[in-house]
């Protein structure tokens, strides 16, 4: 595992906020070689924004990149999301 490495539930309060429901408990299909999971178990990378990665193929899942008033998200590589309501 690399240091600059974190999990999805690293960043349960972010997800949070821009999504207003439980995030690290939903499930998502990657985009590339289409394994389910929970968000809380993918590879988080931060840097100048935070990668979220798939654990079992490394593809880029998100992008998002906060500032004080503004998020941009960048969801290109979840082929679905599925969340509690
Ligand atoms: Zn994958």
Redesign the pocket.
């Known amino acids: 595992m690399d240091e600059l490495m974190l999990d999805g539930n690293a960043i349960a309060g972010l997800l949070q906020e821009v999504f207003a429901v439980e995030m690290t408990t939903a499930i998502g299909a990657?985009?590339?070689?289409?394994?389910g999971g929970p968000v809380g178990a993918v590879h988080v990378y931060r840097g100048a924004g935070i990668v979220l990665?798939?654990?079992?193929?490394?593809?880029t899942?998100a992008k998002i990149v906060k500032s004080d008033s503004r998020v941009w998200i960048d969801l290109t590589?979840i082929r679905t999301l599925e969340v509690t309501v």
């Open positions: 990657c985009g590339s070689c289409g394994t990665r798939c654990p079992h193929c490394g593809n899942l590589g």
